[in-house]
């Protein structure tokens, strides 16, 4: 998949030493879903978001979340047109193939809301009228850490709508050397190179559908799944849709990895983006640490 | 963690239920009041579950068991002893069932009624009874089931369905255990007599007394022949032989001077002289039946088989006579195996002390009688002629055979022979014996059944009481003991076709005589099922109740031509355990829905061996890591790893198709080459 | 049993059946033998024997292979009655230490009905439970809280003598399930709490105007009910909890370096009393233990969380 790993070349140069997240944000945009960014102020999260549509030649828009914000300024609004005496739809800026959704939890819960459905059904839906939304359609949400004063903190049924959640942290010292040399990253940005279009990455998320999964290979991911549903260290397990997400992104990741059939290691990768989101912890403590144990105590093949 | 139990309310009628049905057949054997004692405990049972009433207490029930104990003596005249026993059983079981409130009491209550099934089967011993008590049995376990069933919202009937299904699947075992576990001698010996009395032959033979028999149709024994069956005139069942004669009654004598031991001989005593002998003359005959009676009690020790009979049953015996005596009463139904050798009479000899018994006459008896053998013998120039003089008389003189002969007056001999001339068997039987000593040819009248009747299923010969027979045996020197049948001189029919035969030849017909001939008569329905009755019955008989030491032989060395403990413990072990361990082979199938593939195998084969090497590795790693973790530790072994699992991925993800055995081959090899590479 | 061979014991069973949070009771780890009542039964079969063999009695000999017969089939009924019941961790009742809390335990049956199974642990009064097919059944077991922390689930002896009574099955099950145990609640004058306008019997219920009222968030169960904004209820906005943004000096800290001087345990029953103190006036209090932060909220789910935090030091998870 030469396309691919050009897309992840060019926009690797923008988003310096982050290539296991680049790959993830790609596996969800080929697997169809939307991505949550979870990261403090500054840490390249509009970088990224911007640098993959630029690479992919997506529509873009950017939509700096408020707690004043209303759904109608992200759906759209019907207006009396006084010279065709008619309403017509002023479309919001949801109407684009690459949204980007900036801190998304300062918005009330009402306007997530909005948009989390607009998300789900793909289309808007205003004073009667449905308008699907374009495609391909990506929701690249940021969302500062839950601990912020003055937010509205995602609940966990809005937060399955994302396939995945990643968070880019801080760079290596070595990175922000680099990133501290280098020019204006908008400028950069700006001077990438597409590689496909927006027609293309639809195409590449079909061939994601025909990457073939053996019944060996469901049999771990429902395990897996079944594994978060006993485990009484979090509240509830993964639903039926976290799993399909699951085992959606583990074929975008093989896909990417140049494979048309998927392996425990995709799913494995994958894991902690889609599954970490979903799950809350009972009694407090890492959701992260306990994810990843699963897939230490989950076995792979099964055992006598 | 101790709990107080209550008697699940689901399980009362169970409980009810079994206790009358185990204790019923002990009811009609019982006496009168201990049916009183099981309404009455029935009865307060109902209205204290009902609580109208509370349990009677410890006094209250005392004083019934005092009770109980007291009318058992009065009814018995004892504590001890079978039936004592068994009633005192019976009033313990209905006393426990009242008093049940415990988990232990029904327990108890259980085993009580175990041994209630098994005291049943002692007195009773038909295909039915057992059936009986099989349905006794799932009552009691429907009652376990009940008792261990918790849930007070369960269904009765359920505990019944589960107790029915475990009896089912208990059944097959049972026949098996049956089959094989092998019959020990009994440890001490006991008899238990039902102390029944039935008609049958008595020891003595005076006249009319065959003729009284003649009017049951009982069973009296039925035989199974392996192989020829002789033909209805040939089926003399000799029972006992009578030399002593009063005037009116023959009766058994022993002759003078000869030893008990010396006349029976038993299978495990060193044979008499004459036995030696006889035993060599059967072997040189050809002719001989084999077969297999199952007499009914008789509480008689004599035994009926035709002559000369040999048996190797240890508790049978051999008389001088030719007959077959049992160590003991026959008070229950008893099997035996016979060889018949017709022809081996000829071997016996006669001592000069069983002549003069032979001969021996009371003084004043039969003047005119003594006068008309003396004269036969005057005229004939040997035995045999007097013989066949003797049975003309019989044919040509106006005699008469009948059910009903007129009382004979004073002298038995000479007022039948030359006054009545009606008589039954028992009358020409007697009078020629009489006629052959007075003309000086030792002889003796046996008494036995003649004849049979045939079931049609198997080919099996009932024999009845109505088939009752007397004739004589008569010494004829140089042939031995010569059976004469002077009835078949008056009425042949009765020989070779039965006694209805002959009654209808002489003009009487059974129903105005008021006789019972119920044997297979008529090709109607209730005929049929009375042929199919009996036959379940004798084979029930033959196969189960006679299936000793000797029979479980036979029939395993059918199955194993040598039949050694080794075999049986064998075939015991198979036929337990193989269908335990399919049972036990269908649960884990089932539990595992869909077993481990090869593949899945391969790979946990691999993962073991590298854990046994000494790598840890956690449950959840991929083919992928384990072959890196491979790698990292055995250098060595790293192209191996890789190509390993490079081919294990592509069998077990790629979902590509082709030779799945190939690869699997390949891959055992991949392993195979680890194997070694690890150390 | 003598001491080594019980520890050896120990070590076996738990070698044999190791503590998992869900236990499905498979052939590994079901023990059958017969009961008193079984040998009983088997002692009638034998006696039967005799009789039999002794009467020459055939059917008498049948009926005790039939008794056999029973109960060679009991056995694997039993067995299918017991094995394959499924166990897993319920939810736990935590409790003061010295008092007592309690576990729940699922019992779980996707095979087969289990008819009778009866779950004990030493202390306990055993407790007889049917699982139907299919459906899940919940008991819950005393356990006494000897000491503060995680009191782990003993080993709960699990048994069945279905169908006859003759043959019990039984497992010893452990499961990775623990009760908290809270400190014992000793009290003390001087409130380990600064940032308070006061030090102690402080009363910042949001109603004193020292907030600031910041939105509204969708009320979830826990939070204080002092705080729902009742008013948009009634016009059926649905139920919504007001959010303050308090000074920081309106906020209680209840704070382990606060409580000096004094043993561990002790320290931990101090800010247990004053965390039930402060939870009854309504007052909002964070906790900030070694190792742990709980930010300042009040309400049920903040008391629990903050005791059980209490509970599990110095480890949280």
């Known amino acids: 998949m030469q396309a691919l790993d050009k897309a992840l070349a060019q926009v690797g140069r923008v988003v310096l030493g982050k290539e296991e997240q680049l790959k993830l944000a790609l596996a969800c945009m080929l697997a169809r879903g939307h991505l949550l960014i979870e990261d403090l102020p500054g840490m390249g999260k509009t970088t990224l978001a911007h640098a993959l549509a630029r690479v992919f030649q997506l529509d873009y828009r950017r939509v700096q979340f408020t707690s004043d914000m209303l759904p109608a300024d992200i759906l759209g609004v019907s207006v009396f047109d006084p010279e065709t005496r008619q309403f017509s739809l002023r479309e919001g800026p949801v109407f684009t193939q690459l949204l980007l959704a900036d801190e998304i939890n300062r918005a009330t819960p009402k306007t997530q809301s909005a948009l989390l459905e607009a998300m789900e059904e793909r289309q808007v839906t205003l004073d009667g009228s449905t308008r699907p939304l374009p495609e391909p359609f990506f929701v690249v949400a940021t969302q500062n850490p839950v601990d912020q004063a003055g937010t509205f903190v995602l609940p966990e049924s809005q937060l399955d709508r994302f396939l995945m959640r990643i968070s880019l942290g801080y760079p290596s010292p070595e990175v922000e050397l680099d990133l501290l040399a280098g020019g204006d990253l908008r400028e950069q940005v700006r001077e990438l190179k597409a590689v496909i279009n927006g027609e293309g990455l639809v195409k590449l998320g079909r061939m994601v559908e025909t990457i073939r999964a053996t019944r060996e290979l469901l049999d771990y991911v429902q395990r897996l799944l079944e594994a978060t549903r006993e485990d009484d260290r979090f509240v509830a397990g993964l639903s039926p849709r976290a799993g399909l997400g699951l085992l959606r992104a583990a074929r975008a990741w093989a896909l990417i990895g140049g494979r048309d059939y998927v392996l425990p290691e995709d799913v494995q990768a994958v894991w902690p983006a889609v599954a970490e989101h979903r799950l809350t912890a009972r009694q407090g403590g890492s959701v992260a640490a306990m994810t990843q144990s699963l897939l230490q105590s989950v076995p792979v093949v099964r055992r006598a | 963690m101790a709990r107080i139990y209550q008697l699940p309310t689901h399980t009362r009628l169970w409980l009810t239920l079994a206790m009358l049905l185990c204790s019923l057949p002990q009811l009609f054997r019982g006496p009168l009041w201990q049916s009183g004692l099981l309404v009455l405990v029935v009865v307060i049972r109902m209205l204290v579950d009902r609580q109208r009433i509370g349990l009677p207490g410890r006094t209250a029930r005392t004083a019934l068991l005092l009770i109980t104990v007291a009318l058992t003596f009065y009814s018995f005249g004892r504590l001890y002893g079978p039936d004592a026993g068994v009633a005192l059983l019976v009033s313990l079981f209905a ?60 269904r009765a009937p359920q505990h019944l369905r589960t107790a029915a299904v475990m009896l089912m699947q208990a059944v097959p075992l049972m026949v098996v255990l049956f089959i094989l576990v092998p019959r020990v001698a009994p440890l001490w010996n006991m008899q238990i007599g039902s102390g029944q009395v039935k008609t049958g032959m008595s020891d003595t033979l005076s006249p009319g007394e065959v003729s009284s028999l003649s009017r049951s149709s009982e069973v009296a024994f039925r035989v199974a022949f392996e192989g020829d069956v002789p033909p209805m005139a040939q089926r003399y069942w000799r029972g006992l032989t009578l030399s002593t004669f009063d005037g009116r009654t023959w009766r058994q004598g022993l002759p003078a001077g000869m030893s008990a031991q010396d006349y029976l001989v038993g299978a495990n005593q060193t044979p008499p002289h004459w036995f030696s002998v006889l035993k060599k003359a059967a072997l040189q005959d050809a002719l001989h039946y084999q077969y297999r009676v199952v007499m009914e009690p008789s509480h008689r020790r004599w035994l009926y088989a035709m002559a000369v009979p040999f048996v190797t049953d240890p508790d049978l015996r051999m008389a001088r006579d030719f007959r077959l005596v049992a160590d003991s009463q026959v008070d229950q139904r008893l099997g035996y195996q016979v060889t018949s050798v017709p022809s081996a009479t000829g071997a016996m000899t006669l001592t000069p002390q069983e002549r003069q018994l032979m001969l021996t006459l009371p003084a004043s008896v039969g003047p005119r009688a003594r006068s008309l053998a003396m004269q036969w013998r005057r005229d004939a120039d040997s035995d045999s002629v007097v013989v066949q003089t ?27 022979l030359f006054r009545s001339r009606r008589g039954f068997c028992e009358h020409f039987a007697s009078s020629f014996t009489f006629l052959m000593r007075a003309a000086g040819i030792p002889a003796r009248v046996v008494a036995g059944y003649q004849g049979g009747q045939l079931n049609p299923v198997d080919g099996h ?70 042929i199919w009755m009996d036959y379940v019955d004798f084979r029930w008989q033959t196969w189960v109740l006679d299936y000793d030491t000797g029979r479980q032989l036979a029939f395993l ?39 481990l593939s090869q593949e899945e195998k391969e790979f ?52 590509l198709p082709g030779d799945k055995k190939k690869q699997l081959y390949h891959l055992r090899r991949l392993r195979n080459r680890l194997y070694k590479l690890l150390y | 049993m003598p001491g080594p061979l019980k520890r050896l014991y120990r070590r076996w069973l738990a070698r044999r059946l190791p503590p998992a949070r869900q236990i499905v009771l498979s052939q590994k780890r079901v023990f059958i033998f017969p009961t008193g009542y079984g040998f009983l039964y088997l002692l009638v079969a034998a006696l039967l024997f005799v009789g039999g063999i002794n009467y020459e009695n055939n059917l008498i000999l049948s009926l005790s292979f039939l008794l056999a017969s029973l109960f060679m089939v009991a056995i694997l009924h039993t067995f299918m009655n017991f094995s394959g019941l499924g166990l897993r961790n319920g939810t736990s009742e935590s409790g003061f230490s010295g008092g007592s809390g309690a576990l729940q335990v699922i019992l779980f049956a996707d095979q087969r009905t289990h008819h009778s199974v009866r779950l004990s642990w030493p202390g306990q009064s055993a407790q007889q439970v049917h699982v139907i097919k299919g459906e899940e059944c919940a008991v819950w077991l005393n356990l006494s809280l000897p000491h ?65 009222f910041q939105g509204l968030r969708e009320y979830t169960p826990g939070d204080s009910l002092r705080k729902v904004d009742w008013k948009g209820y009634a016009r059926g906005r649905g139920l919504y909890t007001k959010v303050f943004a308090e000074p920081a000096g309106g906020r209680l800290w209840l704070r382990w370096s606060l409580v000096e001087g004094l043993p561990e345990e002790q320290r931990l029953s101090v800010l247990c009393y004053w965390t039930l103190a402060l939870d009854k006036e309504q007052a909002p209090y964070g906790l900030e233990l070694p190792g742990l932060t709980l930010a300042p909220d009040s309400g049920d789910v903040h008391r629990w969380r903050v005791l059980d935090a209490l509970a599990c030091y110095p480890e949280f998870d």
């Open chain 2, 557 to 595: 060395s059918r199955i194993f031509v040598s039949v050694t403990p080794m075999k049986i413990a064998l075939a015991l072990l198979v036929c337990l355990g193989l269908p335990l361990l399919l049972i036990l082979g269908w649960m884990l199938w089932r539990r595992e829905r869909h077993p």
């Open chain 3, 148 to 212: 503060r922390g995680r009191i782990a689930a003993p080993r709960i002896r699990v048994e069945s003598r279905y169908p006859l009574g003759l043959l019990c099955a039984w497992s010893y099950v452990t499961l990775d399930h623990y009760c908290l145990a809270w400190p014992r609640p000793v009290a003390s004058d001087h409130c380990p709490a600064d940032g308070g306008e006061h030090q102690h019997s402080v009363a910042s219920s949001g109603q004193g105007g020292n907030e600031e």
């Open chain 2, 461 to 530: 010969l009932v024999v009845r009481q109505y088939d009752a027979h007397a004739w004589s045996e008569v010494w004829l020197d140089g042939r031995g003991w010569v059976r004469v049948d002077p009835t078949a001189a008056v009425a042949p029919q009765r020989i070779e076709s039965g006694l209805q035969a002959a009654l209808d030849a002489q003009g009487n017909t059974a129903s105005n005589l008021g006789l019972d001939f119920s044997g297979f008569s008529g090709a109607s329905w209730f005929g049929q099922i009375k």
């Open chain 2, 95 to 154: 006393l426990k069932y009242l008093e049940v409130v415990k988990l232990r009491d029904a327990y108890v209550l259980m085993v009580l009624g175990y041994f209630v099934c098994a005291t049943s089967l002692l007195f009773y011993q038909g295909i039915l009874m057992f059936f009986y008590v099989l349905a006794c049995i799932t009552l009691l376990t429907a009652c376990l089931v009940g008792i261990n069933h918790s849930d007070t919202s369960a």
């Open chain 2, 604 to 655: 946990n084969r691999l993962f073991r061996l590298v854990e046994r090497r000494g790598l840890t590795l956690a449950p959840g790693t991929t083919p992928r890591q384990l072959a890196e973790a491979i790698s990292d530790r055995w250098p060595k072994a790293a192209t191996q790893a890789l190509h390993w699992r490079q081919r294990y991925e592509r069998l077990m993800y790629s979902a």
């Open chain 2, 390 to 416: 003797a049975l003309h008389y019989f044919h040509n003189e106006p005699f008469y055979y009948t059910l009903n002969p007129p009382r004979l007056e004073q002298d038995s001999i000479d007022d039948f």
